[in-house]
C-alpha cells in the first residue's frame, strides 16, 4: 500500500537535507512512528501524504509513483487513498457532521451514502450527534469525527497526527482502539505519528526518528 524509498527534504535555507528510513506497509500493517520535536516526524508525514515534494527519494502509493505526481493529481490521489486525522481538527464550521461527512466522501470521488455516515458514527457513540454543528461539540467528540471523517470513504491508508498527545492513559487507549478498529474495518493500513512514547508499549512495529536519520 505504501513504500518509501531514499526520502530526503531539505528545507530553504538549511544547511543538510533531513533523510527518512525507508518504510513499507501493506494493506492491514499498522506502524507506529515516534519521534521528538526537530527529528523531522511531520516533514515525514507531509512527504507521505503529498503534502511536499521530496528532495530526494520516492513515495509510492498504491503500486504507483506518488511522489512524482504533480499537485492537482497528488491532491486527488490523496483524497481517494488516504484519510488524515489531523492534530487539531479542521471542519467546515457551517456544516453539521453529517454534512461534514458527506462532504468528505465527496472528496473522495464516493457516491452519497447516508446509511454508511449514520452507521460509521453510531459505531463511534456519536449517531445522536449527525445533525449536529461540529462547533457544539467536545474535543473528544471532534477528535472521534476526526476519525470519522477520515475513514468515511473506506481509505487503503490511515494517517494519524499526533492523535494522543493531550490524552491520559485511558483516553489514549480508547483512541487508539478506535484508529486500530476503523482501520480493521476497511482493511487499511495505519500509520500513527506521534512523540507520544506510551505507544511504543501499545504498538509492535515501530521507527524511531532522529535529528541525524
Not at 511531520?42 to 503500486?63: D, E, F, I, K, Y
Not at 506521534?194 to 501499545?202: F, G, I, M, N, V
Amino acid at each position: 500500500m505504501l513504500k518509501t524509498q531514499g526520502l530526503r527534504y531539505q528545507y530553504a535555507g538549511a544547511d543538510t537535507a533531513l533523510a527518512f528510513p525507508d518504510l513499507h506497509m501493506d494493506k492491514g500493517d499498522e506502524l507506529l512512528l515516534l519521534g521528538a520535536s526537530g527529528t523531522g516526524k511531520t516533514t515525514l508525514l507531509h512527504l507521505v501524504a503529498g503534502m511536499r515534494t521530496p528532495t530526494a527519494g520516492s513515495v509510492t502509493l498504491a503500486g504507483a509513483p506518488f511522489s512524482a505526481l504533480n499537485t492537482a493529481e497528488r491532491d486527488q490521489t490523496r483524497g481517494k487513498h488516504m484519510g488524515i486525522v489531523f492534530q487539531t481538527a479542521h471542519f467546515v464550521r457551517s456544516l453539521t457532521v453529517g454534512e461534514n461527512l458527506a462532504l468528505a466522501r465527496s472528496l473522495a470521488g464516493c457516491a452519497p451514502d447516508a446509511a454508511v455516515i449514520e452507521g460509521l458514527l453510531q459505531e463511534l457513540g456519536l449517531g445522536h450527534k449527525l445533525n449536529a454543528r461540529v462547533d457544539a461539540l467536545s474535543v473528544g467528540e471532534q477528535q472521534r469525527v476526526s476519525i470519522a471523517r477520515a475513514v468515511v470513504h473506506g481509505p487503503g491508508l490511515i494517517l494519524a497526527d499526533e492523535p494522543t498527545s493531550a490524552l491520559d492513559d485511558a483516553n489514549t487507549d480508547a483512541v487508539l482502539t478506535l484508529l486500530r478498529n476503523q482501520a480493521k474495518r476497511t482493511g487499511a493500513a495505519l500509520l500513527v505519528v506521534t512523540h507520544d512514547q506510551r505507544l511504543k508499549d501499545r504498538m509492535s512495529q515501530h521507527v524511531e526518528l532522529n535529528p541525524t536519520s
